[in-house]
Nanobody, 120 residues
């Protein structure tokens, strides 16, 4: 059984940084991604990693996704944070893919989320 546990969220001022982690257990091979959901909005793609990395335009140049296979952990380094980055951040695990990594349907395992709040 796959379990994904996110950590590292918190409250930060605009322009600050946070690093999120997602510890995986069980099946850990496949594409992994970060999604976020702001209050009252739909869940949206942030970034993903499979054989390469993929980013939403809104975070490109500010966020960096990485994974440590030895530790079964996915990371999201977030720099130059903006108030509009405030959301509940989820990590997700899905099948290996090189296209469509921004699609929620690709992922069949999700964490519970970690809250990121950016104050202005």
């Amino acid at each position: 059984q796959v379990q994904l546990v996110e950590s590292g969220g918190g409250l930060v001022q605009a322009g600050g940084s946070l690093r999120l982690s997602c510890a995986a257990s069980g099946r850990t091979f496949g594409s992994m991604g970060w999604f976020r959901q702001a209050s009252g909005k739909e869940r949206e793609f942030v970034c993903a990693i499979s054989w390469s990395t993929y980013y939403a335009d809104s975070v490109k140049g500010r966020f960096t996704i990485s994974r440590d296979n030895a530790k079964n952990t996915l990371y999201l380094q977030m720099n130059s944070l903006k108030p509009e980055d405030t959301a509940l951040y989820y990590c997700a695990l899905g099948r290996w893919a090189s296209i469509g990594l921004d699609r929620i349907s690709l992922y069949d395992n999700w964490g519970q989320g970690t809250q990121v709040t950016v104050s202005s």
